[in-house]
Every structure is written in C-alpha cells, then in structure tokens.
C-alpha cells in the first residue's frame, strides 16, 4: 500500500481557498488517489478521485502533477461547515484484496 | 438505496457485558469494512471481508472482538466481555470492487460506552 503524508492540521478563514497536499512518493502505476471529508459524529465521504492532472467537482478541484508523487485537494472559497477532517488514500480496487486505511488526516478548521 | 445501516446509533452497557453491533451494506456492494474510531486511535481498521468472507483481521484489537457476515446483506461485530476501553464509535463500510477506486460508503457509526 502506498504511504501518505499530509499535514495534521491546518487554519483557515471563511472565503479563503484552502489547498491541502498529501505526499505519497511510492505510489503505483495503477493507484487512483482519493480524498474522503469527515464532519464530527459522521462516518468519511467521499469528495473526489482522481488518477493523473485535473479532476473538478461541485465539492472541489484535485491537482495530480505528472510525476503522482503528491496530490493537492483544493477547496474554493470555504465556509464554516467545510469544518472537518480530510483523508487522503492511494490505491486501487483491481489489485487484489485491497484494504482501506485511513491515516491522521489533515484537520481543517474554518474560522469566520 | 438508503445507505449503509448500522444498528443501534448508540449503546451503553456495563463493563463484562456482550454487545452486538449491526450492518447492513449497500446491495450490491460486495465489501464490508468495520472500522473504531477514538481520539486518540484515530480511525482504525479492524476488519474487512471480500463476498462475505473476512480476508484480513489483523486490527481486531484481541480475542474478544469477533465480526461475521452470514450473506451479503447483513454484518455482525461482537464485543464480549467488553471492556470500558472498548468505548469509542464504530463504523460499518461498503464498497463495490466491481468499480475502479476507493469509493466507499459509510454508515452513520454506532457510538459505544461501555461503563
């Protein structure tokens, strides 16, 4: 399983862009990245998932440079309830029995 | 689909006792996962099964959690006796391996004290 590295918290204000990276140098050709969002007292969901450049939703933007090494998730102009903790997991579903851990997280608090 | 079930939302019971937690997974979803999650653990994967059958316990803390899946709709993790540093929140996951990723789907957690 490849290894993540992401910041264990960071400080943001309301409006702001927040951009959170996660490390994962020994990534595999076939890993897909993917970022989970967890509220207080809520199981993680999934935002976004992505495999090489750009990928964009209604939740937020993923910037996978070409060498996969790192991933930056960035989410535009935050309010308070984007108030949680974010994960970053690399791997994929196609290669055997895979399992799903979860690290420390990067812990976003929104201040107004 | 409603989602990931899990059952009860909350328990309390005294320390020795049995406690049975419950999942239920997204139909058609063919792994279930069952995670803790203290504050100071973080969230931990205690076991997960591939078409009902457990295929990696290794974060089951000790002998006295046990986690079954008789069929593909219904999931059972048993604490007995438990103990009160078994208090934390326990959530039940899915996935479907048919897709390509790691979207998974999580229940609302059952919060455990065990007094």
């Known amino acids: 399983l490849a290894k993540t590295t992401q910041p264990i918290s960071m400080d943001s204000y309301e409006g702001q862009e927040v951009n959170i990276t996660c490390s994962h140098n020994?990534?595999?050709?076939?890993?897909?990245i993917t970022w989970y969002q967890q509220f207080p007292s809520q199981g993680p969901r999934f935002i976004i998932q992505?495999?090489?450049t750009k990928v964009t939703n209604e939740v937020a933007s993923l910037f996978i440079p070409a060498d996969r090494k790192s991933s930056t998730l960035s989410l535009p102009r935050v309010s308070l309830s984007d108030t949680a903790v974010y994960y970053c997991?690399?791997?994929?579903?196609?290669?055997?029995?895979?399992?799903?851990?979860f690290g420390t997280g990067t812990r976003l608090l929104v201040s107004p | 689909d409603a989602g990931v079930i899990q059952s009860p939302r909350h328990e309390v019971t005294e320390m020795g006792q049995e406690v049975t937690l419950r999942c239920k997974p997204i139909?058609?979803?063919?792994?279930l996962f069952w995670y803790r999650q203290t504050m100071m653990r973080g969230l931990e994967l205690l076991i997960y099964?591939?078409?009902?059958?457990?295929?990696?316990d290794s974060g089951m803390p000790e002998d006295r959690f046990s986690a079954k899946m008789p069929n593909a709709s219904f999931s059972t993790l048993k604490i007995q006796p438990s103990e009160p540093r078994d208090s934390a929140v326990y959530f039940c996951?899915?996935?479907?391996?048919?897709?390509?990723?790691?979207?998974?789907?999580f229940g609302q957690g059952t919060r455990l004290t065990v007094v």
């Open positions: 996951a899915s996935i479907d391996r048919g897709r390509v990723g790691t979207e998974a789907f």
């Open positions: 099964f591939n078409n009902n059958v457990p295929i990696d």
């Open positions: 992505g495999y090489k």
């Open positions: 997991l690399v791997g994929t579903m196609n290669t055997g029995f895979q399992k799903l851990v």
């Open positions: 020994n990534i595999a050709t076939n890993d897909y």
């Open positions: 139909s058609g979803h063919n792994s």
